[in-house]
């Protein structure tokens, strides 16, 4: 079964932003994340090969053994740079009253693996920033140095760049297609994220110890960012959740595309209009599939077993203030935005955004985020 996420064009933006064809695309970026939280983007500046060499570094680092990447651990700061070893970040819903009503309402066919949320992800993550540091800050512990890896050290950052590089600039165009199909200005969200916290955040999960089909990689959770932006996993396993139908998705990009979810500081942002969307990674039999394949192929059979998710955050600035009122304010002639209050309203709905605070800073957002999934120290 095809995957049903509407494919967006970035490079049709890039060759005439003022053209019909620029405003058709940006209108379906903003319906696609208002209808399915998701999207498919098609970007030929994003080099495949550029994703696979960065495949490569990724399973190089996590093969280490775990003393050496514990030197990498940045506790202290929330894990917000360096590494973080499997078994550490929880899932939301296993402390969040409102994931577990969402999963309730669910279709029990569609429900994630992971009912509760109760325990660890298995998975390991590393985190390598790409944002511009602010000249002044009120989140200091969310803007710290960058971690070189010991063993990696003469090529690391320039290897990570440059697919970092890459894929920010890609969730950049689709931040500047938003901001046109939703009505306001093409820098609008750009500009707020100038000096966003943005990572690099591949994850690792170890095959030849977690898999087993059904085992839950990444439980049901959203992104606590902006938009979330994902190059082709060699190992298939992601499920997403469409906001329209609540039908549990399995994703399959096309090459030389890219997937963008919706995350929670947009959510906040629009008050509720796009929505953050969930989704998990388990090892399915597909995954089983891809990993015999590349076990009996002479080309990869001595490579790591290791699922690697190659994964960037992009955020709005820490100091930004979230304003749902104003957004609703700024979007009042907006014709995507109105026909969406119109389908409410006949739904005998009301606008939610009271149900966002007024004035939070997005720093602020990010650490309460981070304290429902066990990664955030009060000091």
Not at 189 to 200: D, K, Q, R, V, W
Request: hydrophobic share 35%.
């Amino acid at each position: 079964m095809a995957c049903p996420l509407p494919i967006v064009d970035l490079d049709v933006l890039r060759a005439s932003v003022d053209s019909p064809e620029a405003r058709a695309e940006a209108v379906k970026t903003a319906e696609a994340l208002i209808e399915y939280g998701a999207l498919i983007l098609r970007d030929s500046t994003v080099s495949e090969d550029a994703n696979e060499r960065f495949l490569d570094l990724l399973e190089d680092y996590f093969a280490q053994d775990e003393a050496r990447l514990r030197e990498d651990l940045r506790p202290e700061v929330h894990y917000q740079i360096g590494v973080t070893l499997e078994n550490t970040e929880k899932p939301k819903c296993h402390s969040d009253d409102a994931c577990k009503a969402v999963i309730a309402a669910l279709d029990p066919a569609e429900r994630p693996l992971d009912l509760e949320g109760g325990h660890a992800d298995p998975k390991c993550r590393f985190f390598h920033r790409m944002g511009k540091t602010p000249p002044t800050t009120d989140f200091p512990s969310l803007r710290m140095e960058n971690v070189t890896p010991r063993a990696f050290a003469a090529t690391w950052r320039q290897s990570m760049d440059e697919w970092g590089s890459q894929i920010k600039q890609a969730v950049e165009g689709v931040s500047e297609m938003l901001a046109i199909g939703l009505g306001l200005e093409r820098g609008t969200f750009s500009t707020a994220g100038e000096y966003g916290s943005h990572l690099l955040a591949p994850t690792a999960t170890d095959l030849a110890k977690y898999g087993k089909e059904g085992e839950i990689f990444a439980g049901f959770h959203t992104d606590l960012n902006f938009l979330t932006i994902h190059g082709r996993s060699r190992f298939p396993g992601l499920h997403i959740w469409a906001r329209n139908t609540g039908k549990r998705i399995t994703v399959k990009l096309p090459p030389g595309c890219l997937l963008v979810q919706a995350g929670k500081q947009l959510e906040h942002y629009t008050g509720g209009l796009i929505q953050a969307g969930y989704h998990e990674v388990v090892c399915t039999r597909a995954t089983l599939d891809a990993l015999e394949r590349r076990r009996t192929d002479p080309a990869t059979a001595h490579r790591p077993q290791i699922r690697i998710s190659s994964t960037f955050f992009w955020h709005l600035s820490s100091d930004e203030t979230l304003s749902p009122r104003r957004f609703r304010d700024e979007t009042r002639v907006s014709e995507v935005v109105q026909r969406e209050r119109a389908k409410i309203e006949v739904a005998g709905g009301e606008w939610p955004d009271d149900r966002y605070a007024e004035g939070m800073k997005v720093g602020t957002l990010v650490q309460e985020e981070l304290k429902h999934i066990a990664l955030f120290a009060e000091s």
